[in-house]
């Protein structure tokens, strides 16, 4: 087995690896096959390994580097796809009874692009089902559990993904965020997890959730991983309606040109409502090293924001049209907590639902004029660390509210990063917030932060 | 939201929902509707929801 310090390098390091011969994609490939045939049966972030694909991808990066083809940073950079993703030829199950047996015959436009940029697919992470309920004991697929405490949640939907990451099993995954679901279990793993501008990176052939939620995105241990993968996933795709024409920047040149003399907004209003007080010591910690770094920080207001729970409005009333036939002929096959959620969709009213986007509408235009007198906004990623399974398979436990969901109303860029750690041991993140398509200045503060800090380079005892 | 009206809507969707989780459900149902039912919507002059039209072409650029 490989040292442990190999499997939490950075993509910039591997590269650099790759090029001096000190590490060949294959050889970076069998390491990481062996430590998830080692670990995952204990974290279950893995529903298929794609070994035979994985070493194909790998010997295919080692060919172009010995041509000396370096022009892609992601070169034999080991990856893993929330399966949610189509992928051709490679069962997809979305985390679902009713796709469990579903191999398709076409591929996600963001693992084309990954392809291209000559990753190596490691396999397919378990998602929460249809990213939406999370499977309780007895379901098809068991759920993952948090690399930091194995009793307690990774977060969802993308729980594979951050599981994967924190575990060292893997360099970067494919997350998916309707309401939370890259910043959630990043936030909740310790890694770090961009929800992109919603139309900035392609949701074709990526299973539906809430179409007008729905954003696909990166997730990776570093900020700057993170920069590489939006850098080869970014970009127009006529497959998908929704998809942007904006001009993709350079994502990762800016990244070291620090904060000093940007604006920081923090809204003090709902986002620190029922927060745990170690999560707010630790944003406020956060804070203080922002300014130091020189940023200036000040309180902004974001009008209407206690309107932004109609964002379950929008997301229970698109998830039941997606799935309701399927739920009306085939109820058994959904897991009862997803059932009972998708359900409760078909309760909202067509005036409620078309109420819930014109507040939307609102959201949209105060997060903008807030966003006119800052750079960007603070605030935490989830208000608490992991919950335990216990708690969550509670019947009585609830949907638990979340401080991401407005930024998936206004389709904002919006990051995690890790800001800290409970006296437990568990994981503390920041959210950065931006302009729409100003992801550049997002991974910045929060590559600048990270630097200055170092709680992306402490990970789980496995 | 009573749990009288969760039935009524039940009823109107044709969804059955077992009875003991329908206390959970009207919770879900009360937060997410709480701002829409706040809302009075003649104060705000929105023009949205509406459909974006795009004059350019769908070439079949999947993947550039």
């Known amino acids: 087995m490989a040292s442990e310090e190999l499997f939490y390098a950075t993509i910039r390091d591997i590269g650099a690896r790759f090029r001096r011969r000190a590490l060949s994609p294959v050889e970076l490939t069998r390491a990481h096959l062996e430590r998830i045939e080692k670990l ?18 790998a010997k295919a990066a080692e060919t172009a580097l010995g041509r000396g ?11 893993g796809y929330k399966d949610i993703y189509a992928t051709r030829g490679i069962l997809t199950t979305g985390g679902s009874a009713l796709l469990k047996d579903w191999i398709p015959d076409e591929e996600s436009t963001c693992g084309v692009r990954l392809q291209r940029a000559g990753t190596v697919m490691l396999g397919k992470l378990i998602t929460h089902e249809f990213a939406f309920g999370i499977q309780f004991p007895g379901h098809r697929f068991p759920a993952a559990k948090n690399p930091w405490d194995l009793e307690r949640m990774p977060g969802g939907s993308s729980s594979g993904s951050g599981a994967a990451l924190a575990a060292g099993m893997a360099f970067g995954a494919l997350g ?17 997890g961009l929800k992109p501008t919603y139309g900035r ?8 959730l809430s179409w007008t939620l729905d954003h696909t995105g990166p997730m990776a241990r570093t900020v700057e991983d993170c920069a590489y993968l939006l850098q080869a996933l970014a970009g127009y795709d006529a497959a998908d309606p929704a998809s942007s024409r904006e001009p993709v920047p350079d994502y990762v040149a800016p990244l070291g040109r620090g904060v000093r003399g940007l604006r920081v907004g923090v809204p003090r209003e709902y986002f620190f409502e029922g927060v745990d007080p170690e999560v707010e010591k630790g944003f406020e910690q956060a804070l203080a090293t922002l300014r130091q770094l020189g940023a200036s920080v000040e309180d902004v207001k974001i009008q209407n924001i206690q309107s932004a729970g109609a964002f379950m409005a929008i997301m229970l009333s698109e998830a039941f049209a997606y799935h309701e036939r399927d739920l009306r002929e085939h109820p058994e096959l959904f897991g009862e907590l997803l059932r009972e959620r998708l359900l409760a969709g078909a309760l909202i009213t067509g005036s409620e639902y078309v109420q819930a986007q014109r507040i939307r509408t609102l959201l949209q235009a105060d997060m903008n004029a807030a966003l ?20 969550v398979y509670d019947p009585d436990y609830g949907f638990p509210r979340g401080n991401t969901g407005p930024f998936n109303m206004t389709g904002l ?3 995690a990063v890790p800001c800290g750690f409970t006296a437990a041991g568990l994981p503390i993140s920041l959210q950065i917030t931006g302009r729409p398509f100003d992801e550049t200045t997002v991974l910045r503060v929060g590559h600048t932060y990270e630097q200055a800090t170092d709680w992306h380079k402490r990970h789980p005892v496995l | 939201m009573t749990l009288e009206e969760v039935r009524d809507r039940m009823k109107a969707a044709r969804v059955e929902i077992a009875e003991n989780r329908l206390e959970v459900v009207r919770r879900l149902l009360t937060d997410a509707l709480k701002p829409i039912h706040a809302m009075d919507s003649r104060a705000h002059r929105t023009l949205e929801p509406a459909v974006t039209f795009e004059t350019v072409s769908s070439r079949g650029d999947r993947g550039q």
């Open chain 1, 40 to 57: 995952d049966p204990k974290l279950h972030a893995f529903v298929t390994v794609t070994a035979d694909r994985a070493l194909a991808d």
């Open chain 1, 69 to 79: 083809d370096i022009s892609s940073p992601l070169l034999g950079i080991p990856i």
């Open chain 1, 176 to 192: 998916s965020d309707t309401g939370g679901s890259i910043r959630g279990p990043a936030s909740l793993c310790g890694i770090a």
């Open chain 1, 201 to 208: 990176c392609s949701r074709a052939g990526v299973l539906t």
């Open chain 1, 372 to 391: 006119r007198r800052v750079d960007v906004l603070a605030t935490p990623t989830s208000p608490k660390p992991a919950a335990t399974f216990a708690q």
């Open chain 1, 413 to 415: 860029p919006s990051l």
